[in-house]
Protein backbone atom coordinates (compact mmCIF):
# COMPACT_ATOMS: atom_id res chain seq x y z
CA UNK A 1 0.00 0.00 0.00
CA UNK A 2 1.93 3.37 -0.95
CA UNK A 3 2.34 6.15 1.82
CA UNK A 4 -0.13 9.14 1.43
CA UNK A 5 1.80 12.60 1.21
CA UNK A 6 1.65 14.81 3.91
CA UNK A 7 1.18 18.53 3.35
CA UNK A 8 4.71 19.22 3.93
CA UNK A 9 5.49 17.39 0.47
CA UNK A 10 2.85 19.63 -1.46
CA UNK A 11 4.62 22.72 0.30
CA UNK A 12 8.08 21.61 -1.23
CA UNK A 13 6.18 20.65 -4.66
CA UNK A 14 4.65 23.65 -4.63
CA UNK A 15 8.29 25.99 -3.79
CA UNK A 16 9.94 23.63 -6.28
CA UNK A 17 7.53 24.45 -9.32
CA UNK A 18 7.88 28.05 -8.23
CA UNK A 19 11.73 28.22 -8.17
CA UNK A 20 11.85 26.27 -11.47
CA UNK A 21 8.60 28.69 -13.49
CA UNK A 22 9.88 32.03 -11.87
CA UNK A 23 11.76 33.01 -14.51
CA UNK A 24 9.77 32.45 -17.00
CA UNK A 25 6.97 33.46 -15.04
CA UNK A 26 9.52 36.72 -14.93
CA UNK A 27 9.78 37.20 -18.73
CA UNK A 28 6.26 36.21 -19.29
CA UNK A 29 4.88 39.42 -17.35
CA UNK A 30 7.55 41.83 -18.41
CA UNK A 31 6.60 41.24 -21.79
CA UNK A 32 3.30 42.81 -21.52
CA UNK A 33 4.45 46.05 -19.60
CA UNK A 34 4.50 49.05 -21.31
CA UNK A 35 8.20 50.42 -21.76
CA UNK A 36 7.88 52.89 -18.49
CA UNK A 37 7.85 50.06 -16.59
CA UNK A 38 10.37 47.86 -17.65
CA UNK A 39 12.97 50.57 -15.71
CA UNK A 40 13.01 52.41 -12.67
CA UNK A 41 11.00 51.20 -9.72
CA UNK A 42 8.51 50.18 -11.29
CA UNK A 43 10.68 47.89 -13.26
CA UNK A 44 10.48 44.81 -9.82
CA UNK A 45 6.64 45.18 -9.45
CA UNK A 46 5.22 41.82 -10.66
CA UNK A 47 2.33 43.25 -12.55
CA UNK A 48 0.86 45.95 -14.17
CA UNK A 49 -2.07 47.96 -14.41
CA UNK A 50 -1.41 48.65 -18.06
CA UNK A 51 -1.02 44.82 -19.83
CA UNK A 52 0.19 45.90 -23.51
CA UNK A 53 0.79 43.46 -26.76
CA UNK A 54 3.08 46.12 -27.57
CA UNK A 55 6.32 44.27 -27.76
CA UNK A 56 4.80 40.89 -29.47
CA UNK A 57 3.74 43.56 -32.46
CA UNK A 58 6.87 44.99 -32.43
CA UNK A 59 9.01 42.00 -32.77
CA UNK A 60 6.97 40.91 -35.87
CA UNK A 61 6.90 44.29 -36.88
CA UNK A 62 10.32 45.49 -36.76
CA UNK A 63 12.15 42.46 -36.89
CA UNK A 64 12.64 39.55 -39.09
CA UNK A 65 11.50 37.29 -36.47
CA UNK A 66 9.19 34.96 -38.71
CA UNK A 67 12.41 34.35 -40.92
CA UNK A 68 14.30 33.77 -37.45
CA UNK A 69 11.31 31.42 -36.77
CA UNK A 70 11.46 29.41 -40.08
CA UNK A 71 15.56 29.40 -40.19
CA UNK A 72 15.30 27.64 -36.57
CA UNK A 73 12.46 25.32 -37.53
CA UNK A 74 14.61 23.97 -40.60
CA UNK A 75 17.75 23.16 -39.16
CA UNK A 76 16.44 22.06 -35.87
CA UNK A 77 13.84 19.25 -38.04
CA UNK A 78 16.36 18.05 -40.78
CA UNK A 79 19.25 17.69 -38.17
CA UNK A 80 16.61 15.98 -35.81
CA UNK A 81 15.83 13.60 -38.53
CA UNK A 82 18.62 12.83 -40.18
CA UNK A 83 20.71 12.49 -36.73
CA UNK A 84 18.61 9.81 -35.47
CA UNK A 85 17.91 8.04 -38.33
CA UNK A 86 22.00 7.60 -38.63
CA UNK A 87 22.18 7.05 -35.13
CA UNK A 88 19.49 4.07 -34.76
CA UNK A 89 21.55 2.05 -36.87
CA UNK A 90 24.79 3.07 -35.40
CA UNK A 91 23.15 1.97 -32.26
CA UNK A 92 21.38 -1.07 -33.16
CA UNK A 93 25.09 -2.38 -34.33
CA UNK A 94 26.42 -1.43 -31.37
CA UNK A 95 23.73 -2.96 -28.84
CA UNK A 96 22.68 -6.18 -30.79
CA UNK A 97 25.80 -7.45 -32.69
CA UNK A 98 28.96 -8.97 -31.61
CA UNK A 99 32.25 -7.30 -32.86
CA UNK A 100 35.42 -6.15 -30.92
CA UNK A 101 35.87 -2.60 -29.46
CA UNK A 102 32.12 -1.27 -29.21
CA UNK A 103 33.48 -0.08 -25.95
CA UNK A 104 36.22 1.52 -27.45
CA UNK A 105 33.15 3.35 -29.83
CA UNK A 106 31.40 4.02 -26.82
CA UNK A 107 34.10 5.43 -24.91
CA UNK A 108 35.10 7.42 -28.39
CA UNK A 109 31.33 8.83 -28.84
CA UNK A 110 31.27 9.90 -25.07
CA UNK A 111 34.72 11.72 -25.60
CA UNK A 112 33.03 13.38 -28.87
CA UNK A 113 30.53 15.04 -26.73
CA UNK A 114 32.61 16.16 -23.77
CA UNK A 115 34.05 18.63 -26.02
CA UNK A 116 32.82 22.12 -25.52
CA UNK A 117 32.00 23.84 -28.58
CA UNK A 118 34.51 26.74 -27.59
CA UNK A 119 37.47 24.17 -28.54
CA UNK A 120 35.58 23.06 -31.93
CA UNK A 121 34.20 26.03 -33.11
CA UNK A 122 38.01 26.98 -34.96
CA UNK A 123 38.46 23.99 -37.08
CA UNK A 124 34.16 23.56 -37.68
CA UNK A 125 35.00 27.40 -39.18
CA UNK A 126 37.38 26.71 -41.10
CA UNK A 127 36.08 23.71 -42.66
CA UNK A 128 32.65 25.01 -43.31
CA UNK A 129 34.39 28.27 -44.73
CA UNK A 130 36.39 25.90 -47.50
CA UNK A 131 33.35 24.17 -48.73
CA UNK A 132 31.69 27.10 -48.90
CA UNK A 133 29.00 26.39 -46.34
CA UNK A 134 28.67 29.43 -44.69
CA UNK A 135 25.64 31.19 -44.48
CA UNK A 136 23.68 27.84 -45.22
CA UNK A 137 21.67 25.61 -43.65
CA UNK A 138 24.05 23.04 -44.47
CA UNK A 139 26.58 25.16 -43.04
CA UNK A 140 24.96 24.52 -39.62
CA UNK A 141 23.23 21.15 -39.74
CA UNK A 142 26.73 19.63 -40.44
CA UNK A 143 28.86 21.21 -37.55
CA UNK A 144 24.85 20.59 -35.22
CA UNK A 145 26.16 16.39 -35.54
CA UNK A 146 28.85 17.15 -33.68
CA UNK A 147 26.91 17.38 -30.05
CA UNK A 148 23.34 15.74 -31.88
CA UNK A 149 25.17 12.47 -32.83
CA UNK A 150 26.50 11.19 -29.61
CA UNK A 151 23.58 12.58 -27.78
CA UNK A 152 21.21 10.17 -30.03
CA UNK A 153 23.62 7.22 -30.21
CA UNK A 154 23.82 7.05 -26.13
CA UNK A 155 20.33 7.18 -25.95
CA UNK A 156 19.17 4.64 -28.50
CA UNK A 157 21.74 1.82 -27.49
CA UNK A 158 20.28 2.12 -23.90
CA UNK A 159 16.75 1.49 -26.06
CA UNK A 160 18.14 -1.33 -27.95
CA UNK A 161 19.96 -3.40 -25.28
CA UNK A 162 16.04 -3.17 -23.47
CA UNK A 163 14.16 -5.34 -26.53
CA UNK A 164 14.44 -8.90 -25.67
CA UNK A 165 17.02 -10.96 -28.64
CA UNK A 166 14.61 -13.94 -28.50
CA UNK A 167 12.82 -11.99 -31.27
CA UNK A 168 14.88 -11.34 -33.60
CA UNK A 169 15.71 -15.04 -32.93
CA UNK A 170 12.51 -15.87 -34.16
CA UNK A 171 12.93 -13.18 -36.72
CA UNK A 172 15.83 -14.97 -38.03
CA UNK A 173 14.35 -18.56 -38.11
CA UNK A 174 11.47 -17.10 -40.15
CA UNK A 175 13.46 -16.55 -42.52
CA UNK A 176 14.12 -12.39 -42.20
CA UNK A 177 17.32 -10.71 -43.13
CA UNK A 178 19.12 -8.31 -40.65
CA UNK A 179 17.46 -5.02 -42.72
CA UNK A 180 14.16 -6.74 -42.95
CA UNK A 181 14.43 -8.04 -38.33
CA UNK A 182 15.78 -4.64 -37.84
CA UNK A 183 13.03 -2.61 -39.78
CA UNK A 184 9.61 -5.11 -39.03
CA UNK A 185 10.87 -6.11 -35.46
CA UNK A 186 13.27 -4.15 -34.08
CA UNK A 187 12.77 -0.45 -34.71
CA UNK A 188 8.65 -0.61 -33.83
CA UNK A 189 9.76 -1.80 -30.37
CA UNK A 190 12.16 1.32 -29.99
CA UNK A 191 9.86 3.35 -31.16
CA UNK A 192 9.06 5.76 -27.62
CA UNK A 193 12.98 5.56 -27.24
CA UNK A 194 13.33 7.24 -30.66
CA UNK A 195 10.66 9.83 -30.34
CA UNK A 196 12.40 10.68 -26.80
CA UNK A 197 15.50 11.20 -28.59
CA UNK A 198 14.30 13.02 -31.26
CA UNK A 199 12.28 15.36 -29.02
CA UNK A 200 15.82 15.94 -27.07
CA UNK A 201 18.19 16.31 -29.94
CA UNK A 202 15.06 18.83 -31.78
CA UNK A 203 15.35 20.94 -28.46
CA UNK A 204 19.37 20.69 -28.42
CA UNK A 205 19.82 22.44 -31.78
CA UNK A 206 16.63 24.78 -31.36
CA UNK A 207 18.54 26.25 -28.60
CA UNK A 208 21.98 26.07 -30.14
CA UNK A 209 23.70 29.56 -30.48
CA UNK A 210 27.80 29.89 -30.62
CA UNK A 211 27.94 27.40 -34.30
CA UNK A 212 24.88 29.87 -35.41
CA UNK A 213 26.46 33.18 -34.26
CA UNK A 214 30.05 32.23 -35.74
CA UNK A 215 28.78 30.52 -38.89
CA UNK A 216 26.07 32.20 -40.26
CA UNK A 217 26.07 36.15 -40.32
CA UNK A 218 23.86 37.14 -42.99
CA UNK A 219 20.32 38.05 -41.24
CA UNK A 220 18.41 35.46 -43.42
CA UNK A 221 19.94 32.73 -42.17
CA UNK A 222 20.10 33.33 -38.56
CA UNK A 223 18.31 31.12 -35.73
CA UNK A 224 16.13 32.54 -33.13
CA UNK A 225 18.71 32.71 -30.39
CA UNK A 226 21.14 34.89 -32.25
CA UNK A 227 18.10 36.98 -33.83
CA UNK A 228 17.36 37.67 -30.31
CA UNK A 229 20.63 38.56 -29.06
CA UNK A 230 20.91 40.66 -31.96
CA UNK A 231 18.10 42.71 -30.81
CA UNK A 232 19.99 45.03 -28.64
CA UNK A 233 21.27 48.55 -30.95
CA UNK A 234 24.49 50.32 -30.09
CA UNK A 235 22.88 52.40 -26.84
CA UNK A 236 19.28 50.31 -26.08
CA UNK A 237 18.22 46.76 -25.38
CA UNK A 238 14.73 46.41 -26.12
CA UNK A 239 14.15 44.21 -23.03
CA UNK A 240 10.12 44.27 -24.04
CA UNK A 241 10.67 43.22 -27.48
CA UNK A 242 13.14 40.60 -25.91
CA UNK A 243 10.97 39.34 -23.24
CA UNK A 244 7.70 38.55 -25.76
CA UNK A 245 10.52 36.96 -28.21
CA UNK A 246 11.63 34.76 -25.59
CA UNK A 247 8.25 33.98 -24.64
CA UNK A 248 7.14 33.19 -28.35
CA UNK A 249 10.32 30.85 -28.98
CA UNK A 250 9.56 29.10 -25.60
CA UNK A 251 5.82 28.18 -25.88
CA UNK A 252 6.03 25.47 -29.18
CA UNK A 253 8.51 23.47 -26.65
CA UNK A 254 6.94 23.87 -23.72
CA UNK A 255 3.37 22.74 -26.18
CA UNK A 256 5.25 20.34 -27.67
CA UNK A 257 6.34 18.40 -24.61
CA UNK A 258 3.07 18.82 -22.57
CA UNK A 259 1.45 16.94 -25.29
CA UNK A 260 3.56 14.05 -25.58
CA UNK A 261 4.73 13.67 -21.78
CA UNK A 262 3.74 10.50 -21.57
CA UNK A 263 5.99 9.00 -25.08
CA UNK A 264 8.98 11.04 -23.25
CA UNK A 265 8.31 9.52 -20.04
CA UNK A 266 7.58 5.96 -21.69
CA UNK A 267 10.74 6.49 -23.53
CA UNK A 268 12.75 7.79 -20.73
CA UNK A 269 11.81 5.00 -18.42
CA UNK A 270 12.06 1.70 -20.63
CA UNK A 271 15.44 2.14 -21.04
CA UNK A 272 16.26 2.24 -17.24
CA UNK A 273 14.26 -0.82 -15.95
CA UNK A 274 15.05 -4.04 -16.66
CA UNK A 275 12.90 -7.02 -16.98
Do not use: C
Amino acid sequence: MQKKAGPLFYVFLAAFVFFVMFPFLWILLSSIKPLSELFGDKAFDWFTSHPTLKSYVSVFVNYPFLRYLWNSTVVATITTVYTVFVAAFAAYAIARLEFKGKAVILGLVLAVSMFPQIATISPIYMFVKKFGLTNSYLGLIVPYTTFALPLSIWLLVTFFRKIPFDLEEAAKMDGATPMQTYFKVILPLAVPGVFTTSILVFIAAWNEFLFSLTINTAEKFKTVPVGIAMFQGQYTIPWGEISAATVIVTIPLVVMVLLFQRRIVSGLTSGSVKE
